[in-house]
């Protein structure tokens, strides 16, 4: 919205929230990938979705408004609507890290390879 009233125009205010959105989820996914600490990692991924948690409870919500006559039918569609939305926001900012264990020095995915000795060349 703030793209859209700056000028920005129809096309170009999506555009720019694309953009920024693609940003803010490559940052996260980097700070998310950075840190080893549990406790930073369940607060980065809170924060991204816990807003993507409210916003799918009002999308599926109102959608369901459309076609479901009874308001406790709505509220238990709008709820599981929260769970798949806030559940998807978590799994797309985790989904790239590898899992290392805490008493590893070494970098994920640095394994070293494997010396060929003489006799693995004379086969």
Known sequence: MM????????????????????????????????????IVRAIIAALFAAPATL??????FAMSQIGVPSSAWREI??????????????????????????DSDTAVGSDPQPVLTAAAHKQ
Not at 30 to 38: C, I
């Open 3 to 38: 793209a859209l009233h700056g000028g920005a125009g129809i096309f170009g205010a999506p555009l720019v929230g694309i953009v920024a959105g693609g940003v803010t989820l490559a940052a996260g996914q980097t700070a998310f990938a950075m840190t080893r600490s549990l």
């Open 77 to 102: 569609f709008a709820c599981l609507g929260a769970v798949f939305i806030g559940g998807t926001a978590w799994t797309r900012l985790t989904i790239f890290t590898e899992t290392s264990p805490p």
């Open 55 to 60: 916003a799918g409870y009002q999308v599926v």
